[in-house]
């Protein structure tokens, strides 16, 4: 299934709420926002993104190139992960998924940093995909690699991606002896639908729920690569288990 999108010139005058997503691809920081938006019924427009293009229409617009990023009205532009997840939480409180006790909300935070966040599982993952696809030809990268890894240290970005992994493995471990299935307290938060698209980078999702091109298919069996040991189940039974809850599927990028 292909979503419908508006290129960002004639996103530009329209109002509400326009999200600039990387079209055809389920990159992880946007479909999750596109989850959330969703999951509460939050009417939007979805703009196009190109993956890898100058998209300059959007540079122009938003003051950057990349995907997400949504504009609301006349506010703003938002662009990160969480100033997106607290507009959505604005627009319609219901179902929350930032959680209102504030211990919880702090543990909702830092486990959607270690996700989403710079130095987190994706920004880590990323630095070492991009390597290995700048060692291997296969694609130019250079312009992205000088954005984002400024010279990181592999051997880091893996030990980052390896602990963040068994962080979030003892987290749900000791979330089912408490008889909860969700990252935080006993009901789905932002944390459980980030750790579901960003899973994707580790083990991709079977073909009805997210018919992805082959090349990113393959990224997962390069991000599985870096792991000491194979993903745990119990990460990966929860992630097929908010799937089919809480997202729509087929999923539509």
């Known amino acids: 299934m292909t979503a419908h999108y508006v290129t960002a010139e004639d996103a530009i005058g329209m109002p509400g709420l326009r999200i600039a997503f990387s079209q055809g691809l389920p990159a992880p920081w946007g479909e999750a926002v596109r989850a959330i938006f969703t999951l509460k019924k939050i009417p939007f427009v979805a703009v196009a993104q190109q993956p890898g293009g100058d998209n300059e229409a959007l540079l122009r617009w938003t003051g950057q190139s990349s995907a997400p990023v949504a504009m609301f009205g006349t506010e703003r532009v938002r662009s990160r992960w969480d100033e997106m997840l607290l507009l959505a939480e604005r627009l319609a409180p219901e179902p929350r998924l930032i959680p209102l006790d504030e211990e919880d909300r702090v543990t909702l935070f830092g486990l959607c940093h270690a996700l989403c966040g710079e130095d987190g ?133």
């Open 121 to 253: 599982l994706g920004w880590n993952l990323r630095i070492l995909l991009l390597d290995d696809l700048e060692r291997s030809g296969a694609f130019p990268v250079a312009s992205m690699k000088a954005r984002y890894t400024d010279g990181a240290p592999l051997a880091a970005a893996r030990r980052r991606v390896n602990a963040i992994i068994a962080l979030l493995a003892r987290r749900l471990s000791a979330q089912g002896g408490e008889g909860s299935g969700y990252f935080v307290g006993n009901a789905v938060s932002a944390a459980d639908i980030y750790w579901t698209t960003f899973s994707n980078l580790l083990s991709a999702m079977s073909a009805d729920v997210c018919p992805m091109p082959d090349f990113y298919r393959d990224c997962a069996k390069f991000g599985a690569a870096q792991l000491e040991a194979p993903l745990p189940a119990i990460l990966l039974d929860h992630r097929e288990r908010i799937l089919r809850r809480y997202f729509c599927l087929p999923m539509s990028f």
